[in-house]
């Protein structure tokens, strides 16, 4: 059974602060998507990662999958109160049917 | 932009009786999914469908449930008998081929009394 771990489960800091939130598993995925969910609502997805080492960057978002594709982490720069809400990330374990194993979230609050 | 749509958006249902939720995929995916969120929990793969037939399912997926997908654009999940632990948040899911984004729709939560 792959599992996914997400730390910290909950963050709370400042408006302007920098934050780092991880996803990490002994297993290898194929591809990393980072989604974040408002309560009540379904997943939206952010990004995805899909090759070892890789970096992306979503204005002041920055998401890396690590070089065995088995972590990735998520930095918020200057983060701001619009931030706030649940981060996941889920591992696809490709094959025929790329189902999504989640991670339980981080559930960040941007505090004005 | 396309979305994953689902009704009802809440459903209320008795202990053993039958329930249909119902998605609409976006229109040029192949990929469809069905996970579920219990309260305060992650959200879990139940099932998925690929040219009109499961590929595959997980543990949670017993005889109870029922997956269709009668029209070519509607996909549904049955539960033939709900119990209290079906009370959940239910997200559908679909996906092209070769992308490997899968987009959830807004979910049906379903309680169980």
């Known amino acids: 059974t792959q599992l996914l771990e997400q730390s910290p489960q ?7 602060e920098n934050l780092t939130v991880y996803c990490n598993s002994s297993s290898v ?5 980072w989604y974040r969910q408002e309560p009540g609502e379904g997943p939206v997805l952010l990004v995805t990662v899909v090759t070892g080492g890789e970096v992306k960057k979503l204005k002041r978002l920055t998401f890396q999958f690590g070089d065995a594709r088995k972590d990735s982490s998520l930095h918020i720069t200057a983060a701001q109160p619009g931030d706030t809400g649940l981060y996941l990330c889920a591992g696809e374990s490709g094959g025929s049917n790329y189902k999504l194993t989640f991670g339980k979230g981080t559930l960040l609050t941007v505090n004005p | 932009e396309p979305e994953v749509t689902q009704t009802p958006s809440h459903q209320v249902t008795q202990m ?3 329930v249909i939720l119902r998605c609409v995929p976006i229109s040029n995916h192949l990929y469809f999914y069905w996970y579920r969120q219990i309260l305060g929990q992650k959200v879990e793969f139940l099932v998925s469908f690929y040219n009109n037939e499961i590929s595959e399912k997980s543990e949670i997926f017993d005889d109870q449930f029922s997956v269709e997908r009668p029209d070519g654009s509607n996909f549904t999940l049955k539960i033939r008998s709900t119990k209290l632990e079906d009370s959940a948040m239910y997200f ?7 992308l490997y984004e899968q987009y959830f729709g807004p979910g049906t939560r379903l309680t169980v009394t």
Do not use: D, K, M
Not at chain 1, 29 to 33: D, G
């Open chain 1, 10 to 16: 909950f963050l709370s800091i400042q408006e302007g």
């Open chain 1, 29 to 33: 995925f194929s591809s990393l998507q």
């Open chain 2, 92 to 98: 559908c899911a679909s996906r092209r081929t070769e």
């Open chain 2, 16 to 18: 053993g009786q039958e």
